[in-house]
């Protein structure tokens, strides 16, 4: 079964950095491109920002600056570098990913993880 596994979120005062990882597990053949979106409550699922396999990026204007997406292909895993929070950028951040897989070919999503940026 594939699955998309999230970790390094936590609480953190503003201006301060935390950094997500997101690793792709299964019998996975490609992963194309891969992305985090954010849902903070009472609002709708937005786009952080996306990785092509071969490393073009694209940022939400809100982070831009800010944030840094990168990826390691071989580890299928995908990485956010997010540097003077805001307390705006409280949410449940998701990521996501384009595989090829033996029984899975598409979209899959992470669990979420808690970012929480005190003032």
């Known amino acids: 079964q594939v699955q998309l596994v999230e970790s390094g979120g936590g609480l953190v005062q503003a201006g301060g950095s935390l950094r997500l990882s997101c690793v792709a597990s299964g019998s996975i053949f490609r992963v194309n491109d891969m992305g985090w979106y954010r849902q903070a409550p009472g609002k709708q699922r937005e786009l952080v920002a996306s990785?092509?396999?071969?490393?073009?990026?694209n940022y939400a204007d809100s982070v831009k600056g800010r944030f840094t997406i990168s990826r390691d292909n071989a580890k299928n895993a995908v990485y956010l570098q997010m540097n003077s929070l805001k307390p705006e950028d409280t949410a449940v951040y998701y990521c996501?990913?384009?595989?090829?897989?033996?029984?899975?070919?598409?979209?899959?999503w992470g669990q979420g993880t808690q970012v929480t940026v005190s003032s």
């Open positions: 996501n990913a384009d595989v090829i897989a033996t029984h899975t070919i598409g979209i899959i």
């Open positions: 990785i092509t396999r071969g490393g073009v990026t």
